[in-house]
């Protein structure tokens, strides 16, 4: 229901600031769950087209969720969100004259997940390429779907175990209203911060290793 | 008088009276006589002067005795007190023991159905009263209403609530079985039997609650494990506490008020510690009169 970017502890490895997390959440009493990856691989509308339709390059957004094995998303950046079957993949390979996958631009969070009474915690590491480069934490709230009817609680679970990182309430659910919470509002979180963290790069932040 | 059985001489002295009485006999026979007559007159005193004696210890004995006393707390059981063999047949210690526990009884039985009568709507409630003048035939066989008379309590009730909806199926025969939608928040299975709520399931409002067929099942499984298995709980707790047995459509409306209380289920902080969570779960407990909201662990 939430995702979030926690930094690096000051004077700790992005290793060594997991590991505090996650013991955090285990003296809490939460149960590890095995493990869970979200990834992103990005694709570019192929110049061919742009020039014939006229628009400016649009990137497009393939995400895998292991919490929903046999689906794919595909998104645009604040646009609509196709929940596939997840032989998508094929198809998108089929498309390559339209959609040119960016290779290096592979994103994802690996991590250990976590059940506390019914809350679900997924704490990963955000790796791009070769290289840690944040983060990130995921809180669902099982028994609610309305996001914003139990963000309040969240909060006070949140702050539980993360303290003072605690986020903000997540710009999609501003859009929501009581419409109910689906997976794909959980993947539009983990785009906004897997590009937030892809900017980070660019602008490289002192501390994150 | 009686002759005296004893002596020969008091048969003799009869006959003497009667010759006294007769005409006059000899003198020398009645000097003769006359001895004889002092000897069974001292006998006669005699006989007398014990009798008496025995009268007068009678009586005082009997006033040592005195009355069964009229005023003793325990009446005639009291005499039990008496007893000289106490130490054979404890009776009495054992009657004012059973008397001081029947006292103590009375008096907590008293205090408890002053607390009880303070809910009317409870299951021990006393009917004798009001509801007993205002029906005084309510539905004796409350057991067996038709059909259409539970749809019609159900249909009014689902128009009382806009932000519940009640769905009512028969998929096992007579028995409807409701199916509670509460806002987005749960989903209650309501088992009836005719009027009265047998059972009640709680589930998310997400979880399925059909089986294969389309029809409303119950047994299906709910993989949120803590929370609406708490619900669930206190839903059957509250069907225990709203109990009329006259009166069932007042049950089951005084049963969907309760679970309309559950609509801020997620946003409504404990009204005790005033946070939302507590080893994990938010308040689930309602209160049966305020409908307020607290944590299993923090009502009273
Ligand atoms: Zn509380």
């Known amino acids: 229901m939430g995702v979030a970017q926690v930094p690096v502890a000051e004077g700790k490895s992005l290793q060594q600031t997991v590991e505090i997390l996650t013991r955090k959440l285990e003296l809490l009493g939460a149960e590890k769950q095995g493990t869970f990856c979200v990834d992103c691989e990005t694709y570019h ?99 609610c779907v309305i996001a914003n009817d139990c963000w309040n609680l969240l909060m006070e679970f949140m702050q539980s175990f993360m303290g003072n990182h605690t986020p903000g309430i997540p710009s999609v659910f501003g859009t929501k209203h009581d419409s109910i919470y689906s997976p794909a509002d959980t993947m539009v979180q983990y785009m906004e911060l897997f590009n937030k963290i892809r900017k980070q790069q660019q602008v490289p932040v002192a501390g994150i290793r | 008088m009686l002759p005296c059985p004893e002596n020969s001489e008091c048969v003799y002295l009869l006959r003497v009276i009667t010759n006294f009485a007769g005409p006059s006999p000899g003198i020398g026979l009645m000097l003769e006589d006359c001895t004889s007559l002092i000897s069974v007159s001292a006998h006669l005193t005699l006989k ?106 159900i249909n009014r009730i689902d128009r009382m609530f806009p932000e519940m909806s009640i769905q009512l199926s028969r998929p096992n025969g007579t028995s409807a079985m409701l199916l509670v939608t509460l806002g987005k928040v749960l989903k209650v299975i309501v088992v009836m039997r005719s009027l009265f709520i047998d059972r009640t399931i709680v589930k998310g409002y997400n979880e399925n609650v059909y089986t294969e067929d389309g029809k409303v099942g119950y047994c299906i499984s709910s993989n949120i494990k803590f929370y609406f298995y708490l619900v669930t709980d206190h839903a059957t707790t509250a069907l225990l506490h709203y109990q009329l047995p006259q009166m069932p459509d007042v049950v089951v409306r005084s049963f969907m008020t309760w679970l309309r209380s559950y609509i801020k289920l997620f946003q409504a902080p404990c009204q005790r510690c005033g946070k939302f969570l507590q ?22």
């Open chain 1, 45 to 143: 509308t192929a110049a061919s087209t742009i020039s014939s339709q006229g628009q400016t390059g649009k990137l497009m957004y393939v995400m895998h969720n292991s919490e929903y094995p046999l689906s794919c998303f595909a998104l645009f950046e604040n646009g609509p969100c196709l929940i596939a079957d997840a032989n998508f993949d094929i198809l998108m390979v089929k498309l390559k004259g339209f959609f040119q996958n960016a290779k290096a631009n592979k994103i994802e969070s690996r991590g250990t997940r976590y059940q506390y009474c019914d809350f679900l915690v997924k704490v990963g590491t955000v790796t791009m390429g070769p290289s840690a480069r944040g983060i990130s934490v995921e809180v669902e709230y099982c028994p």
């Open chain 2, 48 to 153: 007398k002067n014990a009798i008496l004696f025995s009268f007068s210890e009678l009586e005082r004995l009997s006033n040592l005795v005195g009355k069964p006393s009229e005023n003793h707390p325990l009446h005639n059981s009291g005499l039990l007190s008496l007893d000289p063999v106490q130490d054979k047949t404890p009776l009495y210690s054992q009657l004012l023991q059973a008397y001081k526990w029947s006292n103590k009884l009375q008096y907590h039985a008293g205090l408890a159905s002053g607390l009880l009568n303070q809910q009317s709507l409870k299951r021990s409630a006393n009917q004798m009263g009001v509801s007993a003048k205002r029906r005084p035939k309510a539905q004796p066989t409350t057991l067996v209403l038709p059909p259409q008379y539970v749809d019609d309590v």
């Open chain 2, 279 to 300: 080893d994990g779960l938010p308040p689930t407990w309602r209160d049966f009169r305020t409908l307020e909201a607290f944590h299993d662990t923090c009502r009273q």
